[in-house]
């Protein structure tokens, strides 16, 4: 894969990241900044950055218990 390749990866991510931040709503904002760090975690594996790869990591593994505690929030309510 070429650099160019890797580099729009990498800007895809900070865009899909920018966005999300101006979305409404908690559940939206962690559901596409879980995505614009699965797309950040295949940046750092392209250009083994290991601190990118796991910081990522670890926001994804928070980003999903935040959704499933508001979706399970939500389902309670009824």
């Not at 900070?14 to 939206?28: F, I």
């Not at 797309?39 to 990591?57: D, E, Q, R």
Request: net charge positive; hydrophobic share 50%.
């Amino acid at each position: 894969m070429n650099i160019l390749s890797i580099d729009l990866i990498g800007y895809s991510a900070l865009a899909v990241n920018l966005y999300s931040m101006s979305v409404k709503g908690e559940y939206k904002l962690r559901l596409i900044s879980a995505i614009a760090n699965f797309i950040y975690i295949l940046y750092g594996i392209l250009i083994n950055a290991y601190p990118i790869i796991i910081g990522c990591s670890i926001a994804v593994l928070l980003h999903i218990y935040h959704l499933r505690r508001i979706k399970t929030y939500y389902n309670d309510r009824g």
